[in-house]
Nanobody, 125 residues
């Protein structure tokens, strides 16, 4: 099992940057693929980015490609989401998630069995 705690959210002006962190407990962190999702008010939770257990392969939603970058440090049991050129439409609660499933697409929310509490990101225009 793994427990996840996000940090790094906040209020930022459009065009600014934030780096989210997700600290995981448990010695098996390096065996999990990790993802970031977000949920804006009145909308469904959506995929943002994901990385395989080794960090070799990463995936980003089209809406954030070229602006957001996911990375992980298995020695620190932490996954990051670097967010640059933020837009007001990026405003949402951002969730970190872990997937122990070997088969399937990491862009699919159903692949993830462990979730953090979320961190609010607000981008002002």
């Amino acid at each position: 099992q793994v427990q996840l705690v996000e940090s790094g959210g906040g209020l930022v002006q459009a065009g600014g940057s934030l780096r989210l962190s997700c600290a995981a407990s448990g010695r098996t962190f390096r065996t999990y693929a990790m993802g970031w999702f977000r949920q804006a008010p009145g909308k469904e939770r959506e995929f943002v980015a994901a990385t395989t257990w080794s960090g070799t392969n990463t995936y980003h939603a089209d809406s954030v490609k070229g602006r957001f970058t996911i990375s992980r440090d298995n020695a620190k049991n932490t996954v990051y989401l670097q967010m640059n050129s933020l837009k007001p439409e990026d405003t949402a609660v951002y969730y970190c998630a872990a997937s122990g499933t070997l088969m399937g697409s990491l862009t699919n929310i159903r692949m993830y069995g462990y979730w953090g509490q979320g961190t609010q990101v607000t981008v002002s225009s």
